[in-house]
T-cell receptor, first 110, second 113 residues
Framework: DAKTTQPPSMDCAEGRAANLPCNHS???????VYWYRQIHSQGPQYIIH???NNETNEMASLIITEDRKSSTLILPHATLRDTAVYYC???????????FGAGTTVTVRA | ETGVTQTPRHLVMGMTNKKSLKCEQH?????MYWYKQSAKKPLELMFV???????ENNSVPSRFSPECPNSSHLFLHLHTLQPEDSALYLC????????????FGQGTRLTVV
């Protein structure tokens, strides 16, 4: 019962910005958008989350459309170490369940 | 290094064996989780503990038995597993249930032969 849709894969050039899209057209008013990533052979790593305002931290920026039906995770200067599967998840803030879908496999190329 | 340590990193066991997976966190978190990641499938939440009490048992077969003796440690006891139980088992912790950021360990790669 996927609540998000992401492209299965994308390539990015090292040093360039990587823009990862996510559609969540059925998002509810009290649901946040979370992003995690999973580098090969490691556990998932939290990146960022937001409700409706754009958010930025040391890892990435999150841009959420005004209607909240889609969002974009931006890695400002992709490096080879950013190669990973990126997961976009929607959930109510105080719900502990993280429903991981298939994610987007991002490959950063030199 | 996320602060969540899982041992062993790799485990091969026969279907009649009994083994345990261990997870340890010293982040001061009070919620801990077990997830299963099978090949070509999304992560599945198995068990959730909050303040050492189990709050979620997601229809997991009884051959998987969790234990949370204190807020820093979580175990997954395994017995009479099947080959289809081969997967990456991930432990996670968070400051409280439903907080924004969950910290994951590197996982235990389990192979059942």
């Amino acid at each position: 019962d996927a609540k998000t849709t992401q492209p299965p894969s994308m390539d990015c050039a090292e040093g360039r910005a990587a823009n990862l899209p996510c559609n969540h057209s059925t998002i509810s008013g009290n649901e946040y958008v979370y992003w995690y990533r999973q580098i090969h052979s490691q556990g998932p790593q939290y990146i960022i989350h937001g409700l409706k305002n754009n958010e930025t931290n040391e890892m990435a920026s999150l841009i959420i459309t005004e209607d909240r039906k889609s969002s974009t995770l931006i890695l400002p200067h992709a490096t080879l170490r950013d190669t990973a599967v990126y997961y976009c998840i929607v959930r109510v803030f105080n719900d502990y369940k993280l429903s991981f879908g298939a994610g987007t496999t991002v490959t950063v190329r030199a | 290094e996320t602060g969540v340590t899982q041992t062993p990193r790799h485990l091969v066991m026969g279907m009649t064996n009994k083994k345990s997976l261990k997870c340890e966190q010293h982040l001061g978190h009070n919620a801990m989780y077990w997830y299963k990641q099978s090949a070509k499938k999304p992560l599945e939440l198995m068990f959730v503990y909050s303040l050492e009490e189990r709050v979620e048992n997601n229809s997991v077969p009884s051959r998987f038995s969790p234990e949370c003796p204190n807020s820093s440690h979580l175990f997954l006891h395994l017995h009479t597993l099947q080959p289809e139980d081969s997967a990456l088992y991930l432990c996670a912790s968070s400051q409280g249930l439903g907080t924004a950021e969950a910290f994951f360990g590197q996982g235990t790669r389990l192979t059942v032969v």
